[in-house]
C-alpha cells in the first residue's frame, strides 16, 4: 500500500465517522447520555492529566497531529 493509498483510506474512514457521526439517530443517543463532568475532589495529579487532555483536544480540534 503507498502513501498515497494510506491517506486516502484514512481520508474515507475520516468522512465515514463524520457522516456516521451527524446522524439523527446518533444525536439522539448521545443527547440521551449523562453529561461527563469530572469530581471536584479528585487528586491534582489527576486534574493535571485532564487538563493536558483537554489542551491535546483542543489542539487536534482542526485535523492536525501533535
Not at 36 to 43: C, L, N, Q, S
Amino acid at each position: 500500500m503507498t502513501l498515497r493509498d494510506k491517506g486516502e483510506k484514512r481520508d474515507r474512514i475520516a468522512a465515514e465517522i463524520r457522516r456516521q457521526l451527524g446522524t439523527a439517530a446518533m444525536r439522539r443517543f448521545l443527547h440521551a447520555l449523562p453529561a461527563f463532568r469530572a469530581e471536584k475532589d479528585i487528586p491534582d495529579r489527576f486534574r493535571d492529566l485532564l487538563d493536558r487532555l483537554d489542551g491535546m483536544d483542543s489542539g487536534m480540534a482542526g485535523g492536525g497531529r501533535q
